[in-house]
């Protein structure tokens, strides 16, 4: 037991207890209990992202360099359980929000499949995801934090040039509940995704000699407040967490926006007036850009997440974990932190806005997401290497 104590980061683990406090009341007393609910749910979000490493980018890398598939199959579980449960909810009224829940669907384009394939090739570069960033950057990876202030920078320049990508050939909104009924919908995703668990499973198996079709759920040397979970207990736990979130905000989760709103204020407190650009008076971003930023359900998630990824690592003694920051690597968090920010904003959402939740909702742009992303990535496997050999 005082070896543990020992290992535990107390003071950090304190000033998270403090700031979720703070953040709590501030909710509550100035906003909703609605968003205080949206907030917790964050804080789920961060914790299981942490202690289940459960990142997008480096389980695409593994599989495109070795064939180690096995966060690969996590996250095609995850997103087969999401689809089964999203469609329960989806165009149904929550118990928490009062109006109907909205899926994340966004139009099938030529900006998402550039912005797919710019993102994907980016997060390669970064180290990190949309969620990825945000939980590393918060458990203290000072190139994650640089990351994190390059995606918003990103976001902001992709909101500028909104009007441009506007114009690019589009299909609209293609929502594949609303096409083929609750039923078909299901079983189409499902069936596209038990294939694709079918094809990486073979070629791992094919490829390495220790494979384990068991692997993600092995509780082996689970350990709640130090790690690691298993990757199947990560990949149920965001789905559990998507859901409440699909109920307290009355849409899926997602990251990026808040990324662009936090830039786009703080420009604005140096005279920038981003008001006047196109995104911003589009009429969900107006509005959040004219309130307080803590109504925005996507800045209150992202907090959460940021409180629990700093408890987690608090207590599993894992806070600030010195890494070599030299040139190469710096600018490689630059880059990849940027074009993230840029493709999201193209693309509408990251690996968690457009290819979760999109896919869960039964949006078509999802699919769309989820393959140029991949072949994104890729590409960006290659480039990575220049900068972290």
């Not at 695409?60 to 999401?82: D, H, K, T, Y």
């Not at 990825?132 to 990103?154: E, H, P, R, V, Y």
């Not at 294939?195 to 990486?200: G, N």
Request: charged letters at 10%; hydrophobic letters at 50%.
């Amino acid at each position: 037991m005082n070896t543990l104590v020992k290992k535990i980061d107390l003071s950090v683990f304190i000033y998270s207890i403090i700031g979720t406090l703070v953040f709590s009341y501030l909710l509550v007393s100035q906003i909703s209990h609605r968003h205080l609910y949206v907030f917790l749910i964050g804080i789920g979000l961060g914790v299981s992202l942490y202690h289940a490493s459960f990142g997008f980018t480096g389980g695409w890398r593994n599989f495109i360099e070795r064939r180690e598939s096995s966060s690969l199959r996590a996250q095609i579980i995850m997103l087969g359980l999401a689809v089964i449960l999203f469609s329960f909810f989806i165009n149904s009224n929550s118990w928490i929000y009062q109006g109907k829940m909205i899926g994340a669907v966004a139009p099938v384009s030529l900006s998402v499949v550039i912005g797919s394939f710019i993102f994907g090739l980016a997060m390669q570069l970064a180290g990190g995801c949309g969620s990825g960033t945000l939980f590393t950057a918060s458990s203290g990876n000072g190139k994650m934090a640089i990351t994190l202030i390059f995606f918003m920078i990103g976001s902001l320049v992709g909101t500028y040039h909104f009007d441009f990508w506007r114009l690019a050939p589009s299909l609209g909104g293609i929502s594949l509940l609303n096409e083929y009924g609750k039923v078909n919908s299901v079983l189409l995703q499902l069936s596209i995704l038990l294939m694709l668990y079918y094809v990486v499973f073979k070629s791992d198996q094919k490829q390495n000699s220790n494979f384990s079709h068991f692997d993600i759920f092995d509780f082996t040397n689970f350990k709640l407040f130090k790690g690691p979970w298993p990757l199947i207990l990560g990949s149920v736990l965001l789905v559990f967490f998507n859901v409440l979130m699909l109920q307290a905000a009355g849409h899926p989760w997602g990251i990026t926006f808040a990324f662009s709103l936090w830039a786009a204020k703080i420009v604005q407190l140096i005279g920038i007036d981003v008001s006047s650009w196109a995104f911003w008076k589009l009429s969900y971003p107006s509005t959040a850009l004219e309130n307080s930023i803590l109504a925005d359900p996507t800045t209150v998630s992202n907090l959460g997440i940021i409180f629990g990824a700093l408890a987690a690592s608090a207590l599993a003694g894992n806070f600030f974990k010195a890494s070599l920051i030299n040139r190469k690597i710096l600018i490689a968090a630059i880059l990849g932190g940027f074009l993230m920010g840029y493709g999201a904003r193209l693309s509408f959402g990251c690996n968690v806005g457009a290819l979760f939740s999109g896919i869960a909702s039964g949006s078509l742009h999802g699919w769309v997401w989820f393959l140029f992303a991949f072949l994104g990535s890729m590409v960006g496997v290659r480039f990575r290497r220049v900068f972290y050999s």
